[in-house]
């Protein structure tokens, strides 16, 4: 894998990380009494996914709006992404440009559903795994042997 593709890589996984955990913070900020309810609850279906037994009140749908926007959303998944992708760079391993196109066509619906809102930074991430594997695919092209250097 060559540096361009490598830093390409690192600020693709940067930026997952970056986003991911600045949403799991803002949602600690503030969301904090949601979450320090469901360590008083017990954890332990503390956000029913049912509401059929539970008396539906705007309190009900705090809690879930608090689940699903924190530990049920795209931000711990995100993490583990951009983790994973840095640790691939560091190792000189090239991320499938497929990523790169799923987490960029997800970021560019999320971010026209959902205006304004930082899911288009997201997309900018999945199109540098997609130019860092382009690069490195070009590179390989350029210094392969080929079958008259005998």
């Known amino acids: ?33 949601d979450v320090a309810g469901w360590a008083d609850r017990g954890v332990w279906a503390a956000v029913p996914l049912d509401l059929a037994g539970v ?23 995100l993490i583990l992404l951009g983790c994973l992708t840095w640790h691939l ?3 000189g391993v090239p991320v499938p440009a497929w990523v790169g196109w799923g987490l960029a066509v997800w970021c560019v619906v999320g971010g026209v559903l959902l205006v304004p809102s930082p899911y288009f930074a997201g997309a900018v991430a999945g199109v ?15 210094t392969a042997p080929t079958t008259f250097d005998r």
Not at 5 to 20: Q, T
């Open 1 to 33: 894998m060559t540096n361009t593709g490598k830093r390409l890589l690192r600020w693709a996984s940067g930026i997952m990380i970056v986003l991911g955990t600045g949403h799991l913070s803002l949602l600690a900020v503030y969301s904090w009494t």
């Open 128 to 142: 540098l795994v997609v130019l860092a594997k382009r690069t490195d695919d070009r590179v390989r092209a350029t």
């Open 89 to 91: 760079a560091g190792r």
């Open 55 to 77: 008396e539906v009140t705007p309190a009900a749908l705090q809690n879930a709006l608090t689940f699903w926007a924190g530990p049920g959303s795209f931000a711990v998944p």
